[in-house]
């Protein structure tokens, strides 16, 4: 029994980050969105996991840091 087709991560918000060279919308380099049609089901997936290691990054990149000082202890009136 064939597995079905691993689906395209395209989320129609194409547009390349010039700082990180990722497409904003699906995280994918160029060299991948252009790559995706011809790739195998196993390469399909392993560009799904650096997506998805991706936004971990991406996400731990946007949260405040923990050990910053809390709001009452930045000195100022209370």
């Known amino acids: ?5 691993v689906p395209s991560p395209c ?3 194409c547009r390349i980050d010039p ?5 904003v919308g699906c995280l994918r380099t160029l060299d991948e969105i252009a ?3 011809s ?9 799904w996991n650096d997506i998805e290691r991706r936004r971990g990054s991406k996400r731990d ?3 405040p840091d923990a050990t910053g000082p809390s709001p009452s202890r930045r000195g100022g009136a209370a």
Request: glycine share 10%; proline share 4%.
């Open 35 to 37: 790559a995706w049609g």
């Open 1 to 5: 029994m064939r597995s079905s087709p």
């Open 19 to 23: 700082a990180s060279g990722l497409c």
């Open 61 to 63: 990149a946007t949260t």
């Open 11 to 13: 989320v129609s918000v």
């Open 39 to 47: 790739l195998t089901d196993g390469a399909k997936r392993a560009i």
